[in-house]
């Protein structure tokens, strides 16, 4: 199948009309709300791959329908996200407010498996495989890597202030302070952005950091699996699987 | 775009039923994981302490064989007859030391053994054990099968002894699992799982890292393990899928009334090129229903997502964003009414590869499908925009939303005309009667054609005997004259001239 493998999952969340689109749209092909449209079907699931030094990391970017029709889903959206661009319009307090919402969301769903993991990994120093048998066992319902995949791969949270031209323009339209925003993302322990589409103000940067993140996290992952003794096993389960045959 | 109104689903219908402010999962009977786990703790009980005595026997099972490997080559049983200390601090242990005794018997045990990640020293066990249990399952195999097994072996024919491992494995995976009848789907579906975790890891570890060539090896070992267990694994007896699947089918049928612009679907149907886009959305998601690999089934839904993207591109004239796919989804889905779909949607998830399932492009669109049923599902009054009253008439078919009360009487008697649904009716009928007059005169003139060309060669022969008649072939006795013989016109020739004597 053609598919492009993709590294981690980006979901870009945000009140409908506040520009995650245009973000993507911009991000991507370096244009705004004006053609060539012709190569492009859809604007909703974009794979990106980025190069960072020499290694490429693939960021497969998710919009989502914003609506809050749609609100109660949106859970099924982030799940196994490893960054989360929470965009709000600079120019309309509600959106705004929805950003908080759905912050909130995000660290609901993390907190409660990760601490359960940093238990079990940290305090009791459990192997994986005991890990497993005990997540299985908890709620019989998420397959035990799932789970894991969910909790190990945090899901990192970025602040995203969209239509900074607006504000570049005419100062008075600005309905959120700078301050406010930077306190609540250092509050939430996120990334802060202001972007403009239109100008492509700060927006490769945006995604140049979720992806150097990524990478970064990544990393760190792989150190502490070996940790965990997790290679050591394999291989002796690979050795000796050729030798009893 | 600003004509969508703020739509909630209430948040309480989504909390937690004991009210301790988490979330709840219809999974869980629409309890969150935590008061689910309370509730079921008695039951759970017995589960966890099983759980706990096969990871501990497990471990000691696959020391010893280590050391038995290592030293004679034998399979000996020994680490089954060990006595194991209790696992610590959980609950009461009388039962478990009699579990324990009972071990041997219980079926479940061969097979976590062979799925848990690190006792793979015993597969030499396994495969005997699976041939003497299941020799029957290759007898079953039809022709497709045969095919799929085919194209496997082609495939990892490519790499060698790995290939052959490969095959092995999952050959043997298969019979184990096809033996065990009670395992119930969820455990199927952690088997089925744990063995692509662990075939995944020893693929990156033989490939080195390379995530391609694992990728593509492990689309080939789900093609070929989940072609073979469909039977076993799509909607089995031991869920509730089928039940949820008429129950989902039902209530789309309810829902026929539902508009695009309800929805606020950037989709005109009214132009050609969209709608046919629409219908090969739909026959393309409904197409779902017969594929048996995972991910052939997601192909699927990626060819139906890719189908609505075009459509609301020539309507929109411009790339779609979530903001509008997502509702047209919802539309194709009511439209659709896809067969067994919440089946289908338990079989990707509970057999899928889950790197598939997690982050890719396919992902995307199979995340999309699930939020358009529980759209569809949870949808309501306010979620439409309607009046609870009127969502009401509306579901029990008193009214409809096409011909509105603006329109008064009169529409009753226009009924015919207005609804699409009876125009579209109308118009195929008009259709069908122009075939069938086609087709008489294609019959008739293939008739009339039939009788010209049996006529024609009598015709032909006629004329020819006419001809015949007319002018019949007389046959003339031939004089041949020698070229000396006397010759009538010679006489009348002048006489040649005669010399004279010219007097000089």
């Not at chain 1, 092909?29 to 190569?39: I, T």
């Not at chain 1, 990994?121 to 789970?147: A, C, D, M, Q």
């Not at chain 2, 001809?467 to 006489?491: G, K, M, N």
């Amino acid at each position: 199948m053609s598919t492009i493998r993709v590294d981690a999952k980006v979901v870009m969340l945000g009140k409908e009309s506040v520009g995650k689109t245009s973000l993507v749209e911009r991000y991507v092909h370096h244009r705004f709300l004006v053609g060539p449209y012709q190569n492009t079907i859809g604007a909703a699931f974009v794979a990106k791959p980025i190069q960072l030094g020499e290694k490429v990391v693939t960021l497969g970017i998710w919009d989502t329908a914003g609506s809050e029709r749609y609100e109660a889903m949106s859970r099924i959206y982030y799940r196994g996200a490893r960054a989360a661009i929470v965009c709000y319009d600079l120019t309309d307090s509600s959106s705004f407010q929805r950003a908080r919402f759905w912050v909130k969301e995000l660290q609901n769903c993390e907190e409660v498996i990760e601490q359960v993991l940093y238990v079990l990994y940290h305090i009791l120093k459990w192997e994986t495989l005991k890990v497993g048998f005990f997540l299985s066992s908890v709620n019989n319902g998420p397959r035990l890597h799932t789970i894991l995949f969910v909790a190990l791969q945090q899901c990192k949270i970025y602040l995203c202030g969209t239509k900074n031209d607006l504000i570049t323009a005419d100062r008075s339209l600005r309905q959120i302070d700078y301050h406010d925003a930077q306190d609540f993302a250092e509050e939430i322990g996120a990334q802060y952005f202001e972007t403009s589409s239109k100008t492509g103000n700060n927006v490769d940067e945006l995604f140049h950091k979720v992806a150097e993140d990524y990478n970064n996290a990544a990393f760190q992952f792989m150190s502490e699996e070996s940790g965990v003794d997790l290679g050591q096993k394999k291989d002796s389960y690979f050795y000796s699987c050729c030798h009893n045959n | 775009m600003s004509q969508r109104r703020g739509i909630h689903v209430d948040q309480s219908d989504l909390l937690c039923k004991k009210g301790c402010g988490y979330y709840g999962n219809t999974a869980w009977h629409g309890l969150c994981s935590k008061c689910w786990r309370e509730e079921y703790q008695q039951v759970r009980q017995k589960q966890i302490q099983d759980d706990w005595a096969l990871a501990e026997k497990l471990q000691r099972e696959e020391e010893a064989a280590y050391a038995s490997t290592q030293g004679t080559q034998s399979q000996s049983q020994a680490a089954a007859s060990q006595t194991h200390p209790a696992p610590p601090s959980l609950g009461p242990f009388s039962k478990f030391e009699e579990k324990k005794t009972n071990e041997k018997t219980r079926k479940v045990t061969t097979v976590k053994k062979f799925f848990s990640s690190s006792s793979s020293r015993t597969p030499k066990k396994e495969t005997q054990e699976g041939r003497t249990i299941s020799p029957s399952i290759n007898r079953h195999t039809s022709l497709e099968m045969d095919q799929v097994s085919k194209d496997f072996t082609e495939f990892l024919k490519n790499l060698h002894k790995p290939g052959r491992e490969i095959l092995k494995q999952c050959r043997v995976f298969i019979m184990n699992v096809s033996s065990k009848k009670e395992l119930k789907a969820d455990e199927l579906s952690e088997c089925v799982q744990d063995f692509y975790q662990n075939m995944a890891d020893r693929l990156t570890g033989h490939f080195k890292g390379s995530s391609e060539s694992v990728e593509q090896v492990m689309d080939q070992v789900e093609k070929y393990i989940m072609s073979r267990m469909y039977k076993v694994a799509f909607c089995p007896e031991t869920t509730d899928d089928e039940r949820k699947d008429l129950a989902i089918q039902k209530r789309i049928r309810e829902l026929h009334w539902v508009t695009i612009q309800m929805l606020c679907v950037p989709i005109e149907e009214e132009i050609p090129e969209v709608s046919d886009k629409v219908v090969n959305a739909i026959t393309d998601i409904i197409e779902m229903d017969s594929k048996k690999v995972p991910q052939d089934k997601l192909g699927c839904i990626k060819r139906c997502c890719k189908h609505i993207f075009s459509a609301i591109r020539s309507t929109k004239n411009e790339p779609a964003s979530a903001d509008d796919f997502l509702p047209a989804l919802i539309y194709i889905v009511l439209k659709a009414n896809p067969p067994r779909l919440q089946s289908n949607i338990q079989y990707i998830t509970r057999f899928c590869n889950p790197s598939r399932l997690m982050t890719g492009e396919e992902a995307y669109y199979f995340t999309n499908l699930c939020c358009a049923v529980a759209f569809i599902e949870k949808l309501d009054a306010q979620s439409l925009n309607l009046s609870p009253e009127e969502f009401e008439r509306y579901m029990s078919g008193q009214a409809s939303p096409r011909f509105h009360s603006a329109e008064g009487e009169q529409h009753r008697a226009e009924a015919g005309a207005t609804n699409p649904v009876l125009e579209q009716l109308n118009h195929n009928l008009e259709q069908l009667t122009g075939l069938i007059a086609r087709q008489e005169r294609l019959v008739e003139a293939a008739q009339s054609m039939q009788a010209d060309l049996l006529s024609w060669p009598e015709c032909v022969q006629r004329e020819v005997d006419n001809i015949l008649e007319e002018y019949p072939l007389e046959i003339l006795p031939r004089t041949v004259a020698a070229i000396d013989a006397h010759d009538v016109d010679s006489d009348r020739l002048p006489h040649p001239l005669t010399p004279q004597v010219c007097a000089q």
